[in-house]
């Protein structure tokens, strides 16, 4: 069992900074792809970034890459987002998500994450 607890959403100004974290509790927080996604109201909710186990290899979606930047502490069972050059497009609720399956694919499939947090709000305004 994993249980994700995401912290730091709040308002921000077009082009300022957040860091969102996510603590996880459990000891397959190591060996766990985790997932940043975001859902905006009426829309679905949308991959953002991903990260191994190692912290070795990133994935981004396209509309964050250069901006936001994921990384982890093992040691800390945690997992960050800072998010750099914010936009109003990025206002969202930011879930965090782990991926626990034997299969730990670095992917952006919604489907493959089976802990999700319960979501921490971003509100960027212009």
Excluded: H
Excluded at 46 to 56: M, P, S
Excluded at 105 to 111: A, T, V
């Amino acid at each position: 069992q994993v249980q994700l607890v995401e912290s730091g959403g709040g308002l921000a100004q077009a082009g300022g900074s957040l860091r969102l974290s996510c603590a996880a509790s459990g000891r397959t927080f190591s060996n766990a792809v985790m997932g940043w996604f975001r859902q905006a109201p009426g829309e679905e909710r949308e991959f953002v970034a991903a990260i191994t186990g190692g912290g070795g290899n990133t994935y981004y979606a396209d509309s964050v890459k250069g901006r936001f930047t994921i990384s982890r502490d093992n040691a800390k069972n945690t997992v960050y987002l800072q998010m750099n050059s914010l936009k109003p497009e990025d206002t969202a609720v930011y879930y965090c998500a782990a991926q626990t399956g034997p299969a730990k694919i670095l992917s952006g499939l919604r489907q493959l994450y089976n802990y999700w947090g319960q979501g921490t709000q971003v509100t960027v305004s212009s």
